[in-house]
């Protein structure tokens, strides 16, 4: 059974979507399998163990950063004996306004800086950052400078935590670009329209139960709406439009597996006002109705 976290268990400060924490896990004290509706970037700090990651384990060391994304199931797995010590930073994609990147003259989304170096499902864990030496010790004297003001919460802390965020994720995305290991992994370069495609995806993936209107990813993407059509449909096969229902329904379709919310909460969730055409959209794209696939899955 999957343990689904919520914000509001980790993330009291009513100011801020945001918590840090500094964790210590052995064979004995292991969390369950389980996601949540928040982005969780990780720094393992010291300590070797397996990452369970969508099933999948993947080896990860001291120096390893990467970032889990709402909804991915993950923990972790250790050999008896061994310890690992991790930083969770917990955040939403509203901790950083639009506003405040254009008056720091930030051109790019806030999203492109989180999801940038985790953009392949298929490599992520290949695509995971290890740093060293210097670089290590930079990004672990950011993250425990954010860690001290989250936790002394002096004057002016909400300030500079979303200022070190946004510089943390900046270096992050730096270090992701120069890493020698990425590069040997990744020969080939993506091209520009897959690059934006996955950006875009990304971003809905992240926003899904939102109001996600196509003049808003023209603005934030810098493209106009008849190019962000034809470059998505010939990358993916599909519209935008249509990517965004698969992404919701694919939600709708996890919520209706691990809870017993109403079919109208659940659209709802998703980010469907008209229960009823969530009822004939699951029904088009599952090939059966919500409360049907529940019953057949439960």
């Not at 405040?100 to 953009?119: A, C, I, N, R």
């Amino acid at each position: 059974m999957v343990n689904q976290l919520r914000r509001s268990q980790f993330m009291n400060d009513a100011n801020i979507p945001f918590a840090m924490t500094r964790c210590f896990h052995d064979d004995h004290n292991m969390p369950t399998d389980h996601s949540h509706d928040f982005i969780e970037l990780v720094y393992l700090v010291s300590g070797n163990a397996d990452h369970v990651f969508e099933g999948e384990a993947y080896p990860i060391k001291a120096g390893d950063v990467f970032i889990i994304n709402p909804g991915e199931v993950h923990t972790y797995r250790t050999l008896p004996g061994e310890r690992i010590e991790i930083i969770n930073c917990l955040f939403t994609p509203e901790l950083i306004h639009e506003s405040l990147l254009k008056e720091l003259g930030v051109s790019q989304s806030m999203d492109y800086f989180y999801v940038h170096p985790f953009l392949d499902k298929r490599e992520r864990f290949h695509h995971r950052l290890n740093l060293h030496s210097a670089a290590a010790g930079r990004v672990l004297q950011l993250m425990e400078s954010i860690m001290a003001e989250w936790e002394n919460r002096r004057s002016g802390y909400l300030t500079v935590i979303k200022l070190q965020m946004l510089q943390l994720l900046i270096v992050l995305s730096r270090y992701y670009g120069t890493s020698s290991n990425v590069k040997k992994r990744s020969p080939r370069v993506a091209s520009e329209h897959s690059l934006l495609v996955r950006r875009i995806t990304g971003f809905l993936e992240r926003h899904f139960d939102k109001k996600l209107a196509i003049t808003t990813l023209c603005e934030m993407f810098n493209i106009s709406s008849r190019q962000l059509n034809r470059v998505f449909k010939q990358e993916t096969g599909v519209t935008v439009t249509e990517r965004i229902h698969q992404i919701r329904i694919d939600r709708a379709k996890q919520y209706l597996d691990e809870g017993d919310d109403k079919v109208i909460h659940v659209a709802q969730r998703v980010g469907y006002e008209d229960p009823a055409f969530f009822t004939q959209l699951f029904r088009r794209l599952v090939g059966c109705p919500p409360g049907q696939y529940r019953d057949r899955n439960g």
